[in-house]
């Protein structure tokens, strides 16, 4: 988390802003700001995060990503599956039961976990 809060100095800069101008666009005072900027905020809330990235005009990802509460596989994960927001509830079950079979499969075939 060390460049989290240079990120969120660089923003805020860009845009113009002091941090009692970031503070109050955000519900926060600008000694939280400040704090959070020179790293003495070691845990600064997600919430506070995405108020500050939303302030600042970019996505809240962007913050919590580089503050270590989501990863780049939370965002974009490895493995997609198309066409999952065509099916109704039954049909993702259905799917699930699918995946869920092929697992056990691969658990008791002695196939590899990654495949052949």
């Not at 845009?15 to 700001?33: F, N, P, R, V, Y």
């Not at 997600?46 to 990863?71: D, K, S, V």
């Not at 927001?85 to 699918?98: A, H, M, P, R, Y």
Request: aromatic share 6%; hydrophobic share 35%.
């Amino acid at each position: 988390m060390p460049n989290l809060g240079q990120m969120i100095k660089d923003k805020r800069e860009a845009a113009g802003l002091s941090q009692k101008k970031l503070g109050t666009a955000c519900g926060l005072s600008d000694s939280e700001i400040m704090k959070i900027e020179n790293g003495q905020r070691k845990t600064p809330s997600w919430r506070n995060l995405c108020r500050i990235a939303q302030a600042l005009e970019f996505h809240p990802f962007e913050i919590l990503l580089e503050a270590g509460y989501i990863t780049e596989n939370d965002i974009n994960p490895g493995v997609r599956i198309h066409g999952l927001d065509k099916l109704d509830d039954k049909d993702i079950e259905t799917v699930q039961l699918f995946v869920d079979f092929v697992i056990s499969r691969k658990d008791t075939d002695g196939i590899p976990e990654g495949g052949l």
